[in-house]
């Protein structure tokens, strides 16, 4: 009903069930005791096996993929998910051993929350762009432009368009925490590379 509509009430789902509302109320606490279910149900199948010992950008690379594979799966079901917690479920382990590896590889507590935060941007944002149209811009409006009428002609059209910048997305996010990792980390990158220099002076 939700991906029908983007919502539903009880007395509607009650209808589709051919039962009475007070029914549901035997098995359901009501809206929010189903909301709840349906957010467990996605939230298993987004579930991901990370490994501890992973690069981190691998890491990222997996669990936005599976993540955006499986919201695009319901598209409308996102701003009720969006507005309600998380709770002990099997995504609360994916989440934590993302955590792991990302505080393994020297981020801050703080980026580490901020990474987790822009992943659940970026897959809810590329689920919702797969179901929009592969050209988004009609001809008769590019006829209109320049600039942007010859970038949209180069632009390889054997590749999904919604892929091309999912992809593209994660790779600059995973460019931009690289960046700010070594920043955080000026001094073990000096030490390297003293080490690398002395080293050196040793075989030479």
Do not use: C
Not at 93 to 110: C, H, M, P, Q
Request: net charge negative; no cysteine; proline share 5%.
């Amino acid at each position: 009903m939700t991906s029908e509509t983007g919502g539903f009430t009880v007395p509607e789902l009650a209808r589709r069930l051919n039962v009475r509302p007070s029914s549901l109320y035997n098995h359901v606490s009501g809206r929010a005791g189903i909301i709840e279910l349906i957010r467990k149900q996605l939230h298993e199948a987004m579930a991901v096996r990370v490994d501890v010992n992973a690069d981190w950008p691998d890491v990222i690379r997996l669990v936005a993929s599976a993540h955006r594979a499986s919201m695009a799966k319901h598209p409308w079901l996102i701003p009720l998910l969006a507005t309600s917690p998380a709770d002990l479920d099997t995504s609360i382990t994916t989440i934590e051993n993302v955590a792991t590896v990302l505080s393994k590889a020297g981020f801050t507590d703080r980026d580490v929350m901020m990474a987790i935060a822009v992943i659940d941007i970026i897959t809810i944002g590329a689920s919702l762009d797969l179901v929009s149209p592969q050209d988004l811009y009609p001809a008769e409006v590019l006829a209109e432009t320049t600039t942007l009428a010859r970038i949209t002609r180069s632009v390889p059209s054997d590749v999904p368009r919604a892929d091309a910048a999912f992809e593209f997305t994660v790779e600059l996010v995973i460019e931009a925490l690289e960046v700010r990792l070594n920043r955080s980390h000026p001094a073990s990158h000096d030490d390297l590379i003293r080490k690398s220099a002395a080293g050196r002076r040793q075989t030479g």
